[in-house]
């Protein structure tokens, strides 16, 4: 059995990926796949990475043990924890596995130490806090991407040059979020705030597409070749006013097509955004944005496709540099921004009234285009002598209805009513008798016969005896002969209704 020549110990916070090039390149095995094959073993890779993670299978050291003629218990004991720490997988972060399976690097600590760190390797850093730089995923001469390979740990493996030969990687200031971050991650059997790491990974999918409200979840990070350039901007998000000005500054231009919708529409991702975090954060406080002009040219937010999952593309959205992912909402974004109950969003896309874009199983995950709804505004202007009906008037909770419902049928024409050219979905205007009627037919549809005292209690938030008061003092009236449970009038209770909410 051939062992090797030189048998090194792995190194305080070393990467088990790292540790096994570094024993590759002192004994001259540069490729991964020559390393695992020298150690008579199977690959074990993490599983859904494309890239090499080795995982630190008890059979692979038992396998160093033997080429390396010492015992590494403690060491596995160690690059175990690591693989397997609590907060490295969660189904509520947006990602769900920290890890990243390509390789990252701080050239200054490579040519200094020789090492790879194993917290290079995590999605939610961006930084080396030793040197203030960013961590790269490219040749800063070459600028081709790094390859698992044991000369990352002399240079880059297509242009050779050595790291000490070159410049350090981008200056660029780590945040105090960050540098706290690395501090609890100091050991690897440290424990870390999950909440933090919560509105890390949403700021981080946020700074992925910034002008997108529909933000989704990702399984692992997808291999960009900017990644810390992206999470430095998502410490920013959390921690700068200045950068969130700048952020809500482009969104109102890069969603400016959707001014006739209102500014909450044109707003909404940054809105969105601050809604989801767990915890308080001085950079998207609304109060904390300054109000002074910034120069917002020197904080252009970019966009990556990268992070818009198979199921959500469409070539008919990424004509225009991929923008028009901007513009799309599904029913829950739509609800939030209008404050409306789910139920109430779905009743407002009820008979397929705008078309929506690569149709998933579930209903709720449905994407729609905001701008389809330029051309609904139009065609339902506000009727004259009309009056002006919201989504929290209610009369949506006296009546079996929902304010989706009757914007369904003004925007599929079954309803004489129009909207507002300011306020775009966020109301609607129908005229009195037009509004009593629809009223009516809908109690009629659910309740022929009349509301029972039950129902009409319920509606009213008042006691039986109220009832009768109102129908001795001719407010409400009882239909038809009433010998056990009297049931009350649709129409008379739905001029009542609109009387008290003054609607006639």
Same mark, same amino acid.
């Given at each position: 059995m051939k062992r090797f020549a030189v048998r090194p110990e792995p190194i305080e916070n070393e990467s088990f990926n790292g540790f096994l090039l570094r024993i590759g390149k002192l004994n001259c095995v540069f490729k991964h796949s020559e390393i695992v094959k020298y150690l008579d073993c199977e690959p074990t890779p993490a599983p859904g990475y494309f890239g090499w993670l080795e995982m630190p299978s008890k059979h692979i050291f038992s396998a160093l043990e033997r080429k390396l003629e010492k015992p590494l218990t403690k060491h596995r004991i160690r690059f175990k924890e690591r693989a397997h720490l609590r907060w490295l997988y969660s189904k509520w972060r947006m990602i769900f596995d920290l890890r990243l399976g390509f390789p990252r690097i701080c050239t200054a600590c490579v040519s200094e130490q020789g090492i790879l760190d194993w917290r290079w390797g995590l999605a939610v850093t961006a930084h080396c806090p030793e040197h203030e730089c960013l961590l790269t995923s490219? /040749?800063?001469? /070459?600028?081709?991407?790094?390859?698992? %390979?044991?000369? =990352? =740990?002399?240079? /880059?493996?297509?242009?050779?040059?050595?790291?000490?030969?070159?410049?350090?990687?981008?200056?660029? !200031?780590?945040? %105090? %979020?960050?540098?706290?971050?690395?501090d609890d991650m100091a050991t690897a059997s440290s424990d870390v705030?999950?909440?933090?790491?919560?509105?890390?990974? =949403? $700021?981080?999918?946020? $700074?992925? #597409?910034?002008?997108?409200?529909?933000? !989704?979840?990702? #399984?692992? /990070?997808?291999?960009?070749?900017?990644?810390? #350039?992206?999470? $430095? #901007?998502?410490?920013? =998000?959390?921690?700068?006013p200045s950068i969130n000005a700048a952020w809500r500054k482009q969104c109102q231009e890069k969603r400016g097509q959707l001014n006739f919708l209102g500014q909450d529409f044109v707003e909404a991702p940054c809105n969105n955004f601050r809604s989801l975090l767990v915890k308080e954060w001085w950079g998207p406080s609304e109060q904390a944005l300054p109000t002074k002009e910034l120069p917002f040219a020197e904080n252009a937010f970019s966009e990556t496709t990268a992070y818009i999952s198979q199921s959500r593309r469409d070539k008919a959205l990424e004509s225009d540099e991929q923008s028009n992912y901007r513009f799309q909402t599904n029913v829950i974004s739509f609800a939030k921004i209008l404050g409306l109950s789910e139920e109430s969003a779905q009743d407002y896309f009820r008979w397929d009234v705008l078309k929506s874009h690569k149709n998933v199983k579930y209903s709720t995950s449905r994407r729609f285009d905001l701008r389809d709804f330029g051309e609904i505004i139009q065609k339902r202007p506000r009727p004259n002598e009309s009056i002006e009906i919201f989504p929290d008037n209610t009369i949506f909770s006296r009546f079996p209805v929902t304010f989706g419902q009757l914007a369904n049928d003004v925007i599929l024409n079954r309803v004489d009513g129009g909207f507002s050219d300011t306020r775009g979905v966020k109301s609607l205007f129908l005229h009195p008798k037009i509004l009593k009627k629809w009223l009516t037919d809908q109690l009629i549809r659910t309740d022929a016969q009349g509301l029972s005292m039950k129902r009409a209690t319920k509606a009213l938030n008042c006691s039986r005896q109220h009832i009768r008061k109102l129908v001795a003092a001719n407010l409400l009236e009882w239909v038809g002969e009433h010998r056990f449970e009297p049931r009350v009038d649709n129409q008379s209770f739905c001029e009542y209704v609109m009387r008290s909410e003054r609607l006639l």
């Amino acid at each position: 059995m051939k062992r090797f020549a030189v048998r090194p110990e792995p190194i305080e916070n070393e990467s088990f990926n790292g540790f096994l090039l570094r024993i590759g390149k002192l004994n001259c095995v540069f490729k991964h796949s020559e390393i695992v094959k020298y150690l008579d073993c199977e690959p074990t890779p993490a599983p859904g990475y494309f890239g090499w993670l080795e995982m630190p299978s008890k059979h692979i050291f038992s396998a160093l043990e033997r080429k390396l003629e010492k015992p590494l218990t403690k060491h596995r004991i160690r690059f175990k924890e690591r693989a397997h720490l609590r907060w490295l997988y969660s189904k509520w972060r947006m990602i769900f596995d920290l890890r990243l399976g390509f390789p990252r690097i701080c050239t200054a600590c490579v040519s200094e130490q020789g090492i790879l760190d194993w917290r290079w390797g995590l999605a939610v850093t961006a930084h080396c806090p030793e040197h203030e730089c960013l961590l790269t995923s490219h /040749c800063p001469k /070459c600028d081709k991407e790094l390859k698992w %390979t044991s000369s =990352l =740990l002399i240079g /880059c493996p297509h242009c050779g040059k050595s790291w000490n030969e070159l410049d350090s990687c981008q200056p660029s !200031e780590i945040s %105090t %979020t960050e540098r706290q971050l690395w501090d609890d991650m100091a050991t690897a059997s440290s424990d870390v705030d999950e909440s933090l790491l919560q509105d890390i990974c =949403l $700021a981080i999918v946020v $700074a992925m #597409r910034p002008f997108d409200l529909v933000c !989704e979840s990702v #399984r692992n /990070c997808p291999k960009i070749m900017e990644h810390s #350039r992206y999470v $430095a #901007r998502a410490y920013s =998000l959390l921690e700068s006013p200045s950068i969130n000005a700048a952020w809500r500054k482009q969104c109102q231009e890069k969603r400016g097509q959707l001014n006739f919708l209102g500014q909450d529409f044109v707003e909404a991702p940054c809105n969105n955004f601050r809604s989801l975090l767990v915890k308080e954060w001085w950079g998207p406080s609304e109060q904390a944005l300054p109000t002074k002009e910034l120069p917002f040219a020197e904080n252009a937010f970019s966009e990556t496709t990268a992070y818009i999952s198979q199921s959500r593309r469409d070539k008919a959205l990424e004509s225009d540099e991929q923008s028009n992912y901007r513009f799309q909402t599904n029913v829950i974004s739509f609800a939030k921004i209008l404050g409306l109950s789910e139920e109430s969003a779905q009743d407002y896309f009820r008979w397929d009234v705008l078309k929506s874009h690569k149709n998933v199983k579930y209903s709720t995950s449905r994407r729609f285009d905001l701008r389809d709804f330029g051309e609904i505004i139009q065609k339902r202007p506000r009727p004259n002598e009309s009056i002006e009906i919201f989504p929290d008037n209610t009369i949506f909770s006296r009546f079996p209805v929902t304010f989706g419902q009757l914007a369904n049928d003004v925007i599929l024409n079954r309803v004489d009513g129009g909207f507002s050219d300011t306020r775009g979905v966020k109301s609607l205007f129908l005229h009195p008798k037009i509004l009593k009627k629809w009223l009516t037919d809908q109690l009629i549809r659910t309740d022929a016969q009349g509301l029972s005292m039950k129902r009409a209690t319920k509606a009213l938030n008042c006691s039986r005896q109220h009832i009768r008061k109102l129908v001795a003092a001719n407010l409400l009236e009882w239909v038809g002969e009433h010998r056990f449970e009297p049931r009350v009038d649709n129409q008379s209770f739905c001029e009542y209704v609109m009387r008290s909410e003054r609607l006639l």
